[in-house]
């Protein structure tokens, strides 16, 4: 009766088991299973970042001087993998008969054959990379900055023991040349996402130009790790936007010319620094800024504070009779001096409460205006000043641009000190005009010289000369030139340069700014029977420049560029000289 009852109970028991499994299977299945498939997809969803390609740094002539190229880390988790071979070793002896301490060491081999004994300064002998294998952490990159294909190799043999990510690596082919511009930038492994990120110089202050977007996607990992991807799961895809190159107005030849003389001068010379600054006087292109002190970019973490700064922007210092140039402009400009003017200069001079006095004793000695600069005279320097008048020699300094930051584009740029005028005690007027009680920077002082080079027009300084997106070509050598010539007897009308025409035609401009222009035909003849004066031909001959123009305070003449119409036309004031007319060719934009 006994066995009766335990079966019947057994019965019961297993229907009532049955019952509540059909009853949960129901409800896994049915009810519950859209919500109990989105978590376990939640669980195994991981999304990642495609990290976006960094664009290059270029000269003027495309040379590059900074680029980014793909690397990869191997890394491994000791303790993970120590587990996990050893739990497949108890399942299956015969597969796995080595230990672990021995399965390392066939993996230090192979590894070592790949990479060889030392890569960027990180061992990987067999040894080495043995003694990281069986380290009790739970995590160790084996190599930093392996290349991709032989980092393919080796997680191909060993995907369960190591494993690699992504790492860009920034390169400087041309050294410490021209480092304190270019600054230095690496990989931030800390940083969330990681990436690459500028840190000095040009790399730091255009870093969203050139860092790019980062992009997305959604894969599917093994639970618990969320580095093995399951094949053929990714979903969701957002390209990344490589970033853009910035093609600068350095020239490396003069760079590097420039820069071993500056350093070599230093040397020669025992100054504390040295420093030089080149520009293009018609354009304002910086083509070579040179410290003597420099750094490697690769290892910026060993250069000085005075190696990092760029002293040619980073420093400010008085002038001295450099500045007289600003007296010298402004007595041309309005008209009080002519250079063969003479002028009575004392041996002193006194203002307000200062009495100053020429390098060299003499009495009063008759200079010529171009004499007084000759001879770098205080005296005949302040005697054209008190000519010029207070308010008129505050407006030249402001139009030399001193006082304030030039905006090249030159990180670490300082303003320099220029006293405004209502601050002015009744000494300051005998300081200024010969370069004391302010300071300018080095390319500041250049761009004074830049303007008198360039007939008295201001061309700011600028760094920058192009922005170099996805759709244009890594280099370019040369901007593209106009295809279209006018010839002087065409056997039909030129459609591009006939005067009559009526359709517009937009200036060819290459990438310094300037605008190409050829003589229409139909003014041929009238240009040669009415050839302007000679200043105003010195003016038509230099374009004007898209980042400066001529103002009447710093040039008695006044020169703009008009391209309205089919033929752009040259005006030049005040001369009443007949205007020649000339044409714009055109070319496909640069």
Request: with cysteine; proline share 7%.
């Amino acid at each position: 009766g006994n066995s009766r009852l335990r079966i019947a109970v057994g019965r019961i028991l297993l229907i009532g088991a049955l019952l509540i499994a059909g009853v949960k299977l129901v409800q896994v299945q049915g009810i519950q299973a859209k919500e109990l498939s989105e978590q376990a997809q939640k669980q195994r969803t991981t999304r990642q970042n495609i990290p976006a390609e960094r664009g290059s740094i270029l000269d003027r002539n495309g040379n590059q001087l900074a680029f980014s190229i793909e690397v990869r880390a191997l890394y491994i988790l000791p303790q993970r993998a120590r587990k996990t071979w050893d739990e497949a070793r108890a399942k299956d002896p015969e597969q796995y008969p080595l230990s672990y301490d021995d399965h390392s060491r066939e993996v230090a081999k192979f590894v070592s054959s790949i990479l060889g004994p030392e890569v960027n300064g990180e061992k990987t002998d067999e040894e080495s990379v043995y003694q990281q294998l069986v380290k009790d952490i739970s995590y160790e990159v084996l190599v930093s900055e392996a290349e991709p294909a032989k980092a393919a190799k080796i997680v191909e043999k060993y995907p369960a023991e190591i494993g690699s990510e992504y790492r860009s690596k920034r390169i400087y082919p041309n050294g410490e040349l021209a480092s304190n511009i270019i600054g230095a930038a690496n990989w931030r492994q800390e940083e969330k996402p990681p990436t690459t990120q500028g840190i000095l110089g040009l790399e730091s202050a255009q870093d969203n130009a050139l860092a790019g977007r980062m992009g997305r996607r959604v894969v599917d990992t093994m639970s618990g790790d969320d580095t093995l991807v399951i094949p053929n799961t990714e979903r969701e895809l957002v390209k990344p936007q490589p970033g853009k190159s910035l093609e600068l107005t350095i020239d490396i030849d003069t760079q590097h010319a420039v820069q071993k003389m500056v350093t070599d001068y230093a040397k020669k010379s025992g100054a504390k620094n040295a420093s030089a600054v080149v520009l293009d006087s018609r354009t304002g292109e910086i083509v070579a800024m040179a410290n003597d002190k420099t750094y490697d970019p690769t290892d910026f973490g060993k250069a000085s504070e005075d190696q990092l700064r760029n002293a040619a922007v980073a420093s400010s210092f008085e002038p001295g009779s450099v500045n007289k140039i600003v007296t010298a402009a402004a007595a041309v400009e309005y008209g009080l001096f002519k250079p063969d003017d003479v002028l009575q200069v004392p041996g002193s001079l006194k203002v307000a409460d200062r009495t100053i006095k020429d390098a060299w004793t003499h009495g009063t000695v008759p200079m010529s205006f171009t004499g007084v600069f000759a001879k770098s005279s205080n005296v005949g320097t302040l005697l054209a000043a008190q000519e010029v008048g207070k308010e008129r020699y505050a407006e030249m300094l402001q139009k030399f641009g001193l006082g304030k930051r030039t905006q090249s584009g030159v990180p670490g740029e300082e303003a320099g000190v220029v006293p405004p005028l209502n601050q002015w005690s009744g000494s300051t007027f005998g300081n200024l005009p010969i370069g004391q009680g302010l300071s300018m920077t080095l390319l500041q002082m250049t761009g004074m010289y830049q303007a008198i080079a360039n007939d008295g027009v201001r061309v700011p300084p600028r760094l920058i000369r192009a922005e170099i997106g996805e759709e244009a070509p890594a280099r370019r050598s040369s901007a593209r030139k106009a295809s279209a010539w006018c010839r002087r007897r065409p056997r039909r009308p030129c459609a591009t340069c006939s005067a009559r025409s009526r359709s517009p035609i937009p200036v060819t401009r290459t990438r310094t700014g300037r605008a190409s222009r050829q003589p229409c035909p139909a003014t041929r003849s009238r240009a040669r029977r009415a050839r302007p004066s000679r200043s105003t031909r010195s003016a038509s001959a230099t374009p004007s420049p898209s980042t400066g123009s001529r103002s009447p305070a710093s040039s008695p003449q006044t020169t703009r560029a008009t391209s309205s119409g089919s033929c752009s036309t040259r005006r030049t004031a005040p001369s009443s000289a007949p205007r020649p007319r000339r044409c714009s060719t055109t070319s496909p934009p640069t």
